[in-house]
């Protein structure tokens, strides 16, 4: 019998922006944004206290910012299956955003349970950000995600398998 090698899980990541449209995060995961029935099950609502979400000038996507105490942004948190997907993530959203360690809590039937958790935070231009402007997943759902879909079409996260600690 030979023993198998555990590949540690890598640690779930809030999503609060662009993400949370099934059909892109199905396309960034496994390259079919028809595939929203295999992303699903990987996925519990939740909410990060502290930030803010705002729409970026011009742009289609959010930034999430460090606000203050009371502030709080609704999300999603993605139980990855393996460092694989996580890769893929990372690469789509780039070097515009900084990985930060924080504390969500998931919702669900009865009390929230706090979980420790990544999420991109902006780490591009503070004034490409607008301030005054919440980002909103229904009018990007609306109005963008076709052309992102279309955009990315043909296109792969490969999500390469080098060593991380993520």
Same mark, same amino acid.
């Given at each position: ?17 662009? *993400?949370? &449209?099934?059909? #892109?995060?199905?396309?960034? @995961?496994? +390259?079919? $944004?028809?595939?929203?029935? *295999?992303? &699903?099950?990987? #996925?519990?609502?939740?909410? @990060?206290? +502290?930030? $803010?979400r705002f729409s970026m000038i011009g742009k289609d996507y959010p930034a999430l910012i460090k606000h203050d105490e009371m502030s709080t942004t609704d999300g ?91």
């Amino acid at each position: 019998m030979t023993a198998g090698l555990v590949v540690p899980t890598p640690r779930p990541l809030f999503l609060y922006g662009t *993400l949370r &449209a099934k059909p #892109l995060l199905a396309w960034a @995961l496994t +390259g079919d $944004s028809r595939r929203a029935d *295999l992303v &699903a099950p990987l #996925l519990k609502p939740a909410i @990060l206290k +502290g930030y $803010s979400r705002f729409s970026m000038i011009g742009k289609d996507y959010p930034a999430l910012i460090k606000h203050d105490e009371m502030s709080t942004t609704d999300g999603l948190l993605l139980f990855p299956q393996d460092k694989r997907q996580r890769k893929k993530l990372d690469d789509f959203e780039g070097e515009a955003y900084t990985v930060a360690q924080v504390q969500v809590a998931v919702i669900g039937d009865g009390e929230a349970q706090m979980v420790d958790a990544d999420t991109y935070l902006w780490n591009g231009e503070r004034d490409a950000v607008s301030v005054t402007e919440p980002w909103d997943l229904d009018t990007f759902i609306r109005e963008s995600l076709d052309n992102w879909i279309e955009l990315f079409a043909g296109m792969e996260l490969v999500g390469d398998d080098e060593d991380d600690s993520k």
